[in-house]
Structures are given as C-alpha cells and as structure tokens.
C-alpha cells in the first residue's frame, strides 16, 4: 500500500527556517501530484502547497507564498517543504498529500494518500 512519513517537523524561533520531508513508499512519485496541508486544534485542514507530477509547476496559499518553497525529488521518492521566516501563526501539524489527480489541489478530498502528520511550533 501507498505510505507517506513526514519528518523535519519542530519548535524554532520567529524568523527561523526549517525543512520537511516527505518519503512516498509503494507508488512513484512521479504518478501523483504532492500537497503540504496544515491544521491546528479546531479548524479544518488548511492547503499550503503543491507540485505537479513533474514539478512544472507549483502552487501557494496566500500566507506562505514568497516564504515557503515546496519541491520533489522523484529519484528519491520524497517531496520537501522549505520553510522560511517563520511565523507564530505558521504552527500547525502539517501533513504531506498525494493524489492522481487533482482539480484545483486545495481541498483535501482531492488527495488519495496522506502522511501522519509532523509538529512545527513557531516560538515568538
């Protein structure tokens, strides 16, 4: 079966950076388009980012556009999220996605597959 496990996930200070990483086992990564989700205590999943099959192509909420970065390297199976100058409201749980295919990608339920999530606290 398809399986995501993300990583990089921690607490770091206002303006700091930091990397996630998601690894994709049992279907390649060039066949799916990847998501960067996040989610705090009572609200709905909240899109962040995605990257096309052959990363021609990605896309940004508002909030994260110009500060995030998200790129995959199919040769390793894994899809990243660079994060930088981080925010307190930037602290979520945030989860890595992956679909067949998509419509506009920031919904969740466009997304087959997903991780289990890994912590990002932005201290102030």
């Known amino acids: 079966q398809v399986q995501l496990v993300e990583s990089g996930g921690g607490l770091v200070q206002v303006g700091d950076s930091l990397r996630l990483s998601c690894v994709v086992s049992?279907?390649?990564?060039?066949?799916?388009?990847m998501a960067w989700f996040r989610q705090t205590s009572g609200n709905e999943r909240e899109f962040v980012a995605w990257?096309?099959?052959?990363?021609?192509?990605?896309s940004y909420a508002d909030s994260v556009k110009a500060r995030f970065i998200v790129s995959k390297d199919n040769a390793k199976n894994t899809v990243y999220l660079q994060m930088n100058s981080l925010k307190p409201e930037d602290t979520a749980i945030y989860y890595c996605?992956?679909?067949?295919?998509?419509?506009?990608?920031?919904?969740?339920?466009?997304?087959?597959?997903w991780g289990q999530g890994t912590q990002v606290t932005v201290s102030s």
């Open positions: 996605a992956g679909g067949r295919t998509i419509s506009t990608g920031r919904t969740p339920n466009e997304y087959e597959y």
């Open positions: 990257v096309t099959r052959t990363s021609v192509a990605t």
């Open positions: 049992g279907r390649t990564l060039s066949s799916l388009v």
